[in-house]
């Protein structure tokens, strides 16, 4: 098999896997019918959260790849230099709030599983959460502390990995989407049909996000990524009042909901250019990008639940983007068993900025025939938790 | 020099007799008259920049006038990010100026 | 659907909303009109409050009578209902449409109605049969070396100022930039008390030449605002007011206020000539190279564009979103009679009329006739490629986020980025409290010409769902859906005198 690789999606996932690969001297084409951080990527947090993940294969995952930031920032500063924007990468913690009293025990209860699967979550007392947060409003029935939630700028991460790929030899087709697949008389694929011609390589890897469904129909299978909508509000500029990520604990149970109607948690946090970035919710209406009133007006409320100053802040800006999301709530990391040559990268759902560089690593070492540090076996499209949902019902 | 109202005898529109009132801007009275706006009153009253920016700590004041470019953000009687130039006075406003500096290590663009 | 029974609700009080609205009640619609500002007339008949009564008022203003008849007029109707005051800050697309009726459902429209920024203002949200988008244009000013010191103004701020406070920017003021706009805000200015230095007008007699004598049959049909354009040249000459063709202002100076600007001679296509630079001290400069649309609500509303970024309209002033329909300054940079044209046209279509109708003969003509004028004025005073000649590394570019020219275009190169939200996004550009409305075009066309492509993502700095700031306190607080039931015509009432002072 020849060595080089055609990654289709320009996302997060895309460009750290761009980066991983070309380092390593795989020779990689990333392709994406619009430019770089033009999705998802570009419309979400930027979160890189162990906080809201239970124990299971997400949490190995993701404690995985929180291992990777603080080095792989380093290197991209050094690698980039000081003209390149910062990623604003920040390990500033994560704090949950338990608002009302029937939310408290199962927050605590979380915290206390999440600890059994070595996740640092420090169960605090009101006063004490108010010494991290001294703006909490009076509803604080339990809190828990997770030193390890981090933060960056999503959109400069992925021209960060992006850059650094290119530096390594990486080459990006912008505006140049897939048209269909090229199969050998075997099968298997081998290529892809782009507007100007034909691209070859010995794998091709679809990490194109929430539209990866798409793509992988386009290339002949079928893949139950579907897109889930987070919408978030952004306000004016403020002095610092806001420390750390918080949350309230109703965001554990959204992320991990199957349900796809309207759901909203609080997720309020500072931004280094002074701005308070409060999301989010969540809703299954496909690709429907229209504004919704109800969902902004509930993310606002329970902001505010959270904060009470807030309520005399101004909201200038709303932006709402596609999450990736799975019906096992897990990535699929790996190739695909259906057609050899085809490979995916994608369906991690709200977590896709935090765990590219795990994914990356994965992606990189299953192509290259390595055993990778994490066990890559529950992330594999062959998984049985996604079998039920690899046939097409639609 | 700077901004002035027109004196008063002098307009050719013939205007009646206006209203004084006062407005405190940052602790010092600014005379006005009634029905100017905040940033009326306060350019007025001599004072071009009103603000000073985040990443640079500049002066800004007025710039568009019109509510389109938020320059001239102050906050009244308590309350942040009030359009001067959109905002009528009212006798006794308590008018502070806004200086938000940026978090630690925030960006500078 | 019968007249009577269609709600047509008008956004933006200035001459085209005015319109808008006298003709959906002539035809027997109930009109809800809403403006941001506490006062009718919009931007270009600003006026003072009723605090301050004059016998002279209308000298200010060009077509007074006709603002204060339309006012006057929708006023004293019980069939309109005006909010002041009134912020529509969000439009939601509705996907249902009603079968059977000659006019669907546009969406919802949600509205704060209270003090401008204030707290606690009254959330509407209006569902009205058909909508009038009728909100206007604000000037836009290219970036240059000191332009964010204070005492550097828009054009606007100068006359708005100047018309609704009595209040003159400064005492030496020169005033530069590019279009006919120019001069009325040098005449109110020179009308306020200042001393108007010069007028710097960027383009050539050539261009304007070339803009204005093609047809000037048009200029004939077109006489109304000819005989306002003479009437401020006429202006210029009594006040003595030079008036200066192909020189720009390429720099403001001062430390923490303006204190002299640098004049420059430009090329024809704006680039500064080295050489000609005239330094001239002065307490105020006024600069403005002409008007962007404000688009925000048509685009959340969905409607389509032109490519020249005006909201498209058909014969009857529709957009391409059923019963969304557009008038004055959004389809096209044209004056106050096209815009009044525009607006009567749209009120009486959105109130169940055609396009093709009798009445409507007499605007059908004059829309066609001051459209060919704005043509004209575009060829004349339109903004030439040259003009990033006047910046500099340190120049601000981004007003709200201080981003800096040699900033966006260090992004623009270390990144390799060709997308507009991610430049943004990595630079802040546009990101501040304007939401780009300052510098979202600026920046636009200066990516755009120095990125190998251009552009490739698509987005236009004008698309902003929130169209205004709101407080998360109001966010979250329940809208009234019955306007009828909700009170709110009640805020301010004082405002509502704002228009009945002596004529």
Redesign the interface.
Known sequence: MTNNVIIVGAGIIGAACARALAVAGVEVTVIDR?????GTS?ACEGNLLISDKGPGHELVLAQYASTLWKHTVAELAEQ??D????V?Y?PKGGLVVATTVTGAGPLLSFAAGQRGAGVDAWTIDADEARRLEPDLGPAVEAAVYYPEDAQV?P??A???L??SA?LHGAR?L??TPVLGPIHDSAGALVGVRIPSGELRAGRVLVAAGPWSGQVANLLGVYLPVRPRRGEL?V??????RIFHKVYDADYVGAVGSDDGALQTSSVVE?????TVL?GSSRQQVGFDS????DA??EI??K??RLFPF??????????GGFRPFMPDHLPVIGEDPRMPGLWHATGHEGAGIGLSLATAVLIRDLMLGIIPPIDASPYSASRASLAPHLVDVA | MGPRLFPFGVDPIRPEPTTPLTIILDGVPVAGVAGQSVAGVILAGGTLGFRRTSVHGTPRGVFCGIGICYDCLVEVNGRRDVRACQRRATEGDVVTTQHDALPPGGAAA | MNASNIQVLVIGAGPAGLAAARAARARGASVTLLDSSDQLGGQFWRHLPPERPSAEERMLHHGWATFRELSETLEADDGCQIFRGAQVWAIERSPERVDGTAVGLPGAVHVVVGEPDGVGRQRLALRPNAIVLATGAHDRTLPFPGWDLPGVFTGGAAQALAKGERLAVGRRVVVAGAGPFLLPVAAALATTGATVLGVFEANRAAALVRGWLPNPWELVGAANKGTELAGYLAGHLRHRIPYRLGRAVVAAHGSDRVESVTIASVAADWAPIPGTEQRIEVDAVCVSHGFTPRLELAIAAGCALTADRFVKVDDGQGTSVSSVFAAGEITGIGGVDLALAEGRVAGHVAAGGTASDRELRQDRRRRRTFRGFAARLEAAHGIRSGWPGMLTDGTIVCRCEEVSFSALCGAAESTGSRSLRSLKLSTRVGLGICQGRVCGRTVEELLGRRLVGGLGDGVTADRRPIAAPIRLGELAADPVADVATSGVDEFDQRNSESTRGPT
């Open positions: 619009g430019t770089v951080a033009g570009a980039l230099g003209t390149f924007p910062s604003e920040d700028q959109t400069i992925t021209e960060a992006m850059a290119r990006v912008e505006n509000l306000t004016t500029r403020m002095r610092h500072s931004t280094a250019s002074g409060i229209s504004l919704r009133v902004l007006s606002a409320a902001a505010i807030l309520a005399d802040v101004a909201v200038m800006r709303s932006y």
